[in-house]
């Protein structure tokens, strides 16, 4: 059986190459995480598609996934799957994992094998040109989910998981789903927030009780709920919000949009590292409290070394402060001391305020110790950092940033941050770094 496209030239281009010019904009050349999880917004995607994009273009791709979408249309069975066949887009044609479905099936009461619900269901289908477009072969099992109670949703995240635990494929499970909807952008916001923290903090539940409590549109949140329990089942400990955005950034009317939030579920715990930079950063902005490091420190942060902390909102840098040598007796007084820094005193950018903690991710940049070279032939942009000195004056650019190909560009921006002036002598120095996200 092939299922058809139902929305090509309507959410996105009918042309292939169109399609593809598309897609190109809205991708972007960004660290890759081991993913079990994502919610992915599914609305036409010159309103959805940044999100989407920038979110699947953080995740590590594998051969197989299951998609989860809401039901539109309401026709076919309330949980639905389809088990056969393969799904056509303008980039060509997706096998269903069959043996993966049928498994899923298998272990679940409530879930049914019934294409009938996917012949015009759009939020599965506009998933497809995206991973079609970043992984070139894969597989996957669609499900479109109604409205149903948690003792459901959470049958088939344990379904699921089992299934995947059973076939040992590296799976992702992608939740479809926009956000709040037809709203005043603050009130879509206020109310988008609440859902955002509680999938942020894995809480299934709360994100049900919070969807009930406060009638927030998230039409998507029952197969939320099912990635959710699903990939905790899986081992996952940590999510991160990759971008946000409302449909009036696209229209320019506020008075009432949609909203679209791109989240990553990730296969393992953050660093202690993060989590230390996490903490303090929470702890200074919400109450001027400076915490204690760990109280046994893990091995890597008993050594003395250089840190940067860096700290990112959706995606752009919100933050980044560090030291080139160490100034602390430790790496774990070094990272808060530069997390309160990177977080309140980075010149470039006003304090972070209570209410953009829940939007924001950390990475650590340990240093290694900067030996002097003789000319930028020597730099790989990639793996060493730079400083350039000349005289007082010093700046520093650490290794592997977006947008910086170069050593040349490496060099200019050192300059630049450091005031030194083109045709003055320097001297030139190259680091590596271990990086934590």
Known sequence: MLRKPAVAGQFYPSSPAKLKEMIATMVKDAPKEDVSGAVVPHAGYVYSGPVAGATLSRMKLGSSFIIMGPNHTGLGSPFSLMSE????????????????????????????????????????????????????DFTFVPLVISVGIAEVYREIGLAIAQAIEDEGKDTIIIASSDM??????????????????????????????LIESYHISMCGYGPAYIMLTATKKLGAKAAELVGYRASGDVTGDYSS?????????????????VEVAQKVVEAYVKEKQVIAPPSELP????????????????????????????????IAQEIISNAIAAATRDPRFPPISPSELSYLDYSVDILGKPEPVKSLD??????????????????LLLPDLEGV???????????????????????????????YK
Not at 87 to 115: C, F, H, M
Not at 257 to 273: D, E, Q, W
């Open 85 to 136: 066949g393969a799904w056509q887009t303008p980039l060509g044609n997706v096998e269903i994992d069959s043996e993966l479905a049928k498994k899923i099936l298998s272990y679940s009461r409530y879930l049914k094998d019934d294409p009938a619900a996917h012949y015009y269901e759009h939020s599965v289908e506009v998933q497809l040109p995206f991973i079609q477009y970043l992984k070139e």
């Open 180 to 209: 709040s909807h037809y709203e005043p952008r603050e009130v879509a916001e206020k109310k988008d927030k609440m859902a955002i923290e509680a999938i942020l903090r894995l809480d299934e539940d709360e994100l049900l009780h």
């Open 257 to 273: 949009v949609v909203g679209y939030a791109g989240i990553i579920v990730k296969a393992s715990k953050m660093s202690p590292m």
């Open 299 to 330: 091995p890597e942060m008993e050594g003395k070394a250089g840190v940067f902390v860096s700290i990112h909102k959706f995606g752009d840098l919100r933050g980044c402060i560090g030291t080139i040598e160490p100034t602390r007796e430790n």
């Open 378 to 395: 020597d730099f790989d942009p990639k793996k060493y950092g730079m400083i350039v000195e000349s005289g007082w004056r010093r700046g």
């Open 405 to 435: 190909d170069t050593a040349q560009q490496q060099f200019e921006v050192c300059c630049q941050k450091a005031g030194i002036r083109p045709g003055e002598p320097v001297k030139l120095y190259r680091f590596e770094v271990t990086r």
